[in-house]
Structures are given as C-alpha cells and as structure tokens.
C-alpha cells in the first residue's frame, strides 16, 4: 500500500512553520494514540502522523523528503533514523513516556534485573608492515571495568547481603506521574532506590565498595598472526564493557592498523616493489639480487628490458592467515645517469657512432609521419 503524503498526514501545507507542524501533530496524537482510541485502525493512524511530525518536523529530513519524497526513507520500512513506534528519537517529545502511561493509564515496562553480558569494545593498534607479514607479539594498556574478584561481581561480601528491593519489589522500575502535554501521565522509571536491579545490598564488599567492578589498566598481550591484514580484527576475551548485575564482560575487539613501508607496497597478498636499474642492464640484461618480505632472491632482467616493465616472482607475496600465498612483482626503472666520467662518456659516443642513423629510436618514429 502506497504512503499517503506526509504533509496531507498532518493536514498542513508545505510551506507550514516548525510551529504549525507541532501544532498539529498534538491534536493527531491525542485523537488517535491507542490508550484513548480503541477505534479498529487507530494504532496504524497513530504510527503514520509519528513517522509525518519525526521527518517533517526535522529541518534536514523535511528537506530530503522535499526533495525524494518517500524513497528516501524507504531501507527502514518508512523510518532510516530509528525509533519506531515504542521509542524515543522524535524531535521535542519524550514517546517513552508516552507508552508507559497515557492519560493516568500505563502500560506495564520489563526491565532487566538478572545478571546480563556487557557489549564488546573496539580499540585500534598500529603495527610495522614487516611485523603484518612475519607476524609477531605486542603489549598494550588497556582501561575496562574488572569484575571484582572478591565479590565475583555481586557487590556483596555475602550472598546472604543481597535482598530484593523493598521499593520495586525486585522489578528495577518505580511508577510516577507527571504532567505532560497531553495532561496528567503515569510514567516509569529506572528505580531510585536500587538503581534498577531490583536488589539491594546490606553489606557491601569491601573490595569494590557495592559496584561489582574495579576500573582498571592492565597490560594487554596480542599475539599477531602473520600475514594478518589491514582492518582485520582479533578478539581478546572478557576484556569489553563490564556485565549487569554480575553478568560477564563483553570481548575486546583489536582491529589492526599496518605501517606503509619505505618501498614494499602491498595490495591484497601481493608486494610490488620498484627496482632502478641503469639503462645498460637494461639493454644487455643482468642478473641481480632483489629483496623480498622473505628475503633476498636472484632475478634474471631480460637483455632488452624496457622501462615500466614487470617482472613477477611467484609465491613470494603475503602468506596470509587463511594459507593462501600471493606474487611479488618488481616494476622496473630505467635510469639514466647524469654525471658520466670521461671513459663512460667515451664509450657511449663509440657507441652512438656504431648505431646506423636511421636505426635510431627517433629515427624511426618520425618515419611514421612521412607521407
């Protein structure tokens, strides 16, 4: 089914104010939110005059939506930016309380009060472009919340300190009421007294002070494997944000960030290489030592050899982490020499005369152009 306008949605023009857009979006929401309006359909209208006020009444998603219309929006099933129906992310209204409560009635809220997993982090290295290839072993600091090992994150001395919270009685939420733009509202919130854990604690561990976790900077030990790329990630365990209500750390996610080299260049598990060589070994052809990211190895130049040219050494590329093994190629540059002794100087006017003009590399370019 095709979305209806967003403009004809909230009844307004499109040349309406910030002001005439809010305006008319309260008396929508107010005639179809679904604790006033029990009407078959309600609920969906209600949706459509939110997804209208959150684009139109934000300048720069009202000037996309002015300019693509709908299909700008469409990735999210109507809403890129979030939120949704049950949440926050309009602009200048809380809907969370909304939900919760409309009007003196309230709709019941879950919270998390059992112990829960803490989410992973994310932190960079840099490492040398030979240590990526050869792979090696790094330390690093690292901050992070430590379960406390006194207490094993309970925040207790004993288990027998814990009790549920007299004042949510074990559900992490308090209900209050406030005033709102729609008129008197019973909300919920995390619970004042026991912070939302639904537990309370008698005697706190020593060690930690009640938290369950110490902020701590340890030393970290990371073990590169080689051939390891850029951006590639390794993981450390439960080394990431702290658990809830005890629950274990995430892991700590390293992603790696390699060095450029001097002169090896990597693309993929490839290394380029330039190589200078004087023009003549390029002409004759010359047999030299070339360095690989293993080594030195002996390369054949071919007499005749021209500049830019490519040679590849196969199987002297990246072993990567996954055993697949690239090439080596080596871009050839032909140097010509600027500050030539007497003798070189001799030598290549000797040869200049033993080279038939008409043979000359000009010579027979501009033969081309003769008619």
């Known amino acids: 089914m095709a979305k209806r306008d967003y403009y004809e949605v909230l009844g307004i023009k499109k040349s309406a104010s910030k002001d005439e857009i809010k305006s008319a979006y309260r008396k929508l929401a107010k005639k179809y939110h679904p604790d006033v309006n029990k009407t078959e359909g ?77 989410n992973d982090l994310l932190t960079r290295v840099r490492i040398n472009f030979m240590d990526a290839i050869n792979g090696t072993k790094i330390e690093f600091m690292h901050t992070y919340d430590k379960m406390c090992e006194t207490c094993s994150g309970r925040g207790a001395e004993d288990p027998k300190d814990i009790h549920t919270c007299s004042k949510c009685r074990g559900s992490g939420v308090e209900t209050f009421v406030q005033e709102s733009i729609f008129g008197r509202m019973q909300s919920q919130r995390a619970c004042t007294e026991c912070g939302g854990s639904g537990k309370t604690i008698s005697k706190k561990c020593k060690t930690c002070g009640g938290p369950g976790y110490t902020r701590v900077k340890e030393k970290q030990i990371l073990n590169i494997p080689a051939g390891i790329g850029e951006g590639q990630k390794l993981r450390i ?73 490519t040679l590849r050494l196969s199987g002297q590329g990246v072993k990567d982490v996954r055993g697949n093994v690239g090439d080596q190629y080596l871009e050839v540059e032909v140097k010509t020499p600027t500050n030539l002794s007497k003798d070189q100087k001799s030598a290549l006017e000797d040869f200049k005369k033993a080279e038939p003009k008409k043979e000359t590399f000009f010579e027979k370019f501009k033969a081309k152009f003769k008619r």
């Open 42 to 118: 309600a609920e969906e209208q209600f949706k459509e005059v939110q997804e209208a006020y959150d684009i139109l009444y934000d300048d720069q998603k009202r000037a996309t939506y002015d300019q693509f219309g709908h299909a700008a929006f469409d990735q999210n099933g109507g809403n890129p930016f979030g939120g949704g129906f049950a949440g926050g992310g309009f602009q200048g209204f809380d809907f969370g309380d909304i939900f919760e409560g409309f009007f003196g009635g309230r709709r019941s809220a879950s919270r998390q009060t059992g112990p829960a997993r803490g």
């Open 237 to 309: 365990q439960g080394k990431g944000e702290r658990g809830i209500n005890g629950g274990p750390n995430g892991d700590l996610h390293v992603e790696i960030v390699i060095k450029p080299h001097s002169d090896f260049k990597r693309v993929g598990n490839n290394i380029y290489l330039n190589i200078p060589i004087s023009f003549v070994d390029a002409a004759l052809g010359v047999t030299l030592e070339v360095p690989t990211v293993y080594g030195v190895v002996e390369v054949k130049i071919p007499a005749g050899t021209q500049p830019g040219a």
